[in-house]
């Protein structure tokens, strides 16, 4: 499973969502601005920016990354 943090009015954050949906890619949503509990885990893992993907094997990227998406998509 995909999880995607993200965070209102993000556009980078739109398009990996989008990616995912239009390529039929299951993922979680975890909204940091609405669900702030997750902001200090992402930034101790060195991250600063949405959107942050982690992936089933234990990879993770931020931002909108088609290279990466598209190794996902059926």
Known sequence: MVTVFSKNNCVQCKMTKRFLAEHHVDFIEHNIDEQPQYIDGLK?????????????????FSGFRPDQLKQLAI
């Open 44 to 60: 101790q893992e060195g991250f600063l920016a949405t959107p942050v993907v982690k992936l089933a094997n234990g990879k993770t």
